[in-house]
């Protein structure tokens, strides 16, 4: 008989990540844990190891790896074939990422801004125009975080429904490989004829600099340009569409913390940065197999072994954070790991900051009145997907 997963573990409050990471922390520096798949794991807890492991350069991401501890349903089937470059090592990891970090500047990150806000003007306003209750995920938050992702790329207004489509079923870790399969099929579909329609016709966009530079140059294959324009838009779409409602709630929840941004808008920066710490929606996403042994404080993850460093745990460890679980926008302390940290620290984190301060000030401004309509401990958590977040927040204004 097989042993039964116990990881990953549910969140019981969808603000701070699970109980039992506190008493894992507290334990040791690893905990063994069954994944989904029956494997075994480590997990890591404390913030020094977190950061250490992943800036080591053991840390292996190669979802081809049979030990790499995927913890969805078809998660590395697709990820071994697709070959993302969140799960590759480098030098291929670095020939990737050095394509498209130019793109993720502060820069051009900023010159987005005007664009940003004016989506979350108009979404907020359409939003509005309906009659309340509604859905903060799907009437607001989606819309916001997929017309950016697409603005920034090049995807066609007119391909938007059709890509948040997709997206649904490639963010649930419920889905199965054969609907992740098919859903990916249609994106790629999608992406291949952008990237043939902005070689004929180029704009000032990603897709259009990607297909004109690398891809005529030869410096990167036609199918391993379409999987590194598929993972930035699915991460890009996917974190910022579960962070917003989250963020939103979490404020709501804190109305003495809300009034302060409310006194001083130059807050929000900082507020933003602490929601990532107090929320880690990644918590999950740094899955690795040490491919030499890994030396932590007092530990030792042996070569071969699969482990993941949990960010939520890390961002809640009380070493590195006082009161941890408190959500303070004017915490002194910055070096959280919501981003991860190492090599595949997030390339789109400028992004992923500004949307969420931009998203977060037109809702709060545009919307004082906003409130759940729902008891606050009803809120449907979003426990199998990749990213945390809310299946639904129903508010009115
Ligand atoms: C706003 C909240 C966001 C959070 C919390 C977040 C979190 C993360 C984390 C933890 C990683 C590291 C994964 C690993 O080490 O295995 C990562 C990588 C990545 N993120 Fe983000 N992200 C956010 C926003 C964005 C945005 C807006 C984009 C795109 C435009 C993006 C694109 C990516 C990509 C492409 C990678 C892979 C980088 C690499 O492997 O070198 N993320 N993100």
Same mark, same amino acid.
């Given at each position: 008989?097989?042993?039964?997963?116990?990881?990953?573990?549910?969140?019981?409050?969808?603000?701070?990540?699970?109980?039992?990471?506190?008493?894992?922390?507290?334990?040791?520096?690893?905990?063994?844990?069954?994944?989904?798949?029956?494997?075994?794991?480590?997990?890591?807890?404390?913030?020094?190891?977190?950061?250490?492991?992943?800036?080591?350069?053991?840390?292996?991401?190669?979802?081809?790896?049979?030990?790499?501890?995927?913890?969805?349903?078809?998660?590395?089937?697709?990820?071994?074939?697709?070959?993302?470059?969140?799960?590759?090592?480098?030098?291929?990891?670095?020939?990737?990422?050095?394509?498209?970090?130019?793109?993720?500047?502060?820069?051009?990150?900023?010159?987005?801004?005007?664009?940003?806000?004016?989506?979350?003007?108009?979404?907020?306003?359409?939003?509005?125009?309906?009659?309340?209750?509604?859905?903060?995920?799907?009437?607001?938050?989606?819309?916001?975080?997929?017309?950016? $992702?697409?603005? *920034?790329?090049?995807? +066609?207004? !007119?391909?938007? /429904?059709?890509? &948040? #489509?997709?997206?649904?079923?490639?963010?649930?870790?419920?889905?199965?490989?054969?609907?992740?399969?098919?859903?990916?099929?249609?994106?790629?579909?999608?992406?291949?004829?952008?990237?043939?329609?902005?070689?004929?016709?180029?704009?000032?966009?990603? $897709?259009?600099? *990607?297909?004109?530079? +690398?891809? !005529?140059?030869? /410096?990167?294959? &036609? #199918?391993?340009?379409?999987?590194?324009?598929?993972?930035?838009?699915?991460?890009?779409?996917?974190?910022?569409?579960?962070?917003?409602?989250?963020?939103?709630?979490?404020?709501?929840?804190?109305?003495?913390?809300?009034?302060?941004?409310?006194?001083?808008?130059?807050?929000?920066?900082?507020?933003?940065? !602490?929601?990532?710490?107090?929320?880690?929606?990644?918590?999950?996403?740094?899955?690795?197999?040490?491919?030499?042994?890994?030396?932590?404080?007092?530990?030792?993850?042996?070569?071969?072994?699969?482990?993941?460093?949990?960010?939520?745990?890390?961002?809640?460890?009380?070493?590195?954070?006082?009161?941890?679980?408190?959500?303070?926008?004017?915490?002194?302390?910055?070096?959280?790991?919501?981003?991860?940290?190492?090599?595949?620290?997030?390339?789109?984190?400028?992004?992923?900051?500004?949307?969420?301060?931009?998203?977060?000030?037109?809702?709060?401004?545009?919307?004082?009145?906003?409130?759940?309509?729902?008891?606050?401990?009803?809120?449907?958590?979003?426990?199998?997907?990749?990213?945390?977040?809310?299946?639904?927040?129903?508010?009115?204004?």
């Amino acid at each position: 008989m097989s042993t039964p997963a116990d990881f990953p573990v549910p969140r019981t409050c969808p603000f701070t990540p699970p109980d039992s990471y506190d008493a894992m922390r507290a334990a040791g520096p690893l905990t063994r844990v069954t994944i989904p798949s029956g494997k075994r794991a480590w997990l890591l807890t404390r913030h020094t190891d977190v950061r250490a492991a992943l800036a080591d350069p053991a840390a292996s991401s190669d979802a081809r790896n049979p030990d790499f501890p995927a913890l969805g349903h078809g998660e590395q089937q697709v990820a071994a074939e697709l070959r993302p470059f969140i799960r590759m090592d480098p030098p291929d990891h670095t020939l990737v990422r050095r394509m498209l970090v130019g793109e993720f500047t502060l820069k051009r990150t900023r010159a987005l801004g005007p664009v940003i806000e004016q989506t979350c003007h108009e979404q907020l306003a359409r939003m509005l125009s309906l009659t309340p209750p509604v859905d903060l995920v799907t009437e607001y938050a989606n819309r916001v975080s997929t017309t950016v $992702i697409c603005h *920034l790329l090049g995807v +066609p207004t !007119e391909d938007l /429904e059709f890509f &948040r #489509s997709i997206t649904t079923v490639t963010g649930a870790r419920s889905s199965t490989a054969e609907q992740v399969g098919a859903a990916l099929n249609d994106l790629f579909a999608l992406i291949n004829r952008l990237v043939d329609d902005k070689t004929a016709n180029p704009c000032d966009d990603l $897709i259009s600099r *990607l297909a004109l530079g +690398p891809l !005529e140059r030869g /410096e990167i294959t &036609r #199918s391993s340009l379409l999987s590194q324009i598929g993972i930035t838009l699915n991460a890009g779409h996917e974190t910022s569409r579960n962070m917003i409602p989250l963020a939103a709630v979490a404020l709501l929840r804190h109305p003495d913390q809300l009034a302060k941004l409310r006194d001083d808008p130059g807050r929000w920066p900082a507020a933003v940065d !602490e929601l990532l710490r107090y929320l880690s929606v990644a918590d999950t996403i740094t899955l690795r197999v040490a491919t030499a042994d890994i030396e932590l404080e007092g530990a030792t993850i042996p070569a071969g072994d699969a482990f993941i460093p949990l960010l939520g745990a890390a961002n809640h460890d009380p070493a590195a954070f006082a009161d941890p679980h408190v959500f303070d926008i004017d915490r002194p302390e910055r070096h959280h790991v919501a981003f991860g940290y190492g090599v595949h620290q997030c390339i789109g984190q400028n992004l992923g900051r500004l949307e969420l301060e931009i998203a977060l000030r037109v809702l709060t401004d545009g919307a004082p009145a906003l409130a759940l309509t729902e008891p606050f401990e009803e809120l449907p958590l979003k426990d199998t997907s990749a990213i945390f977040g809310l299946e639904q927040v129903r508010v009115s204004w």
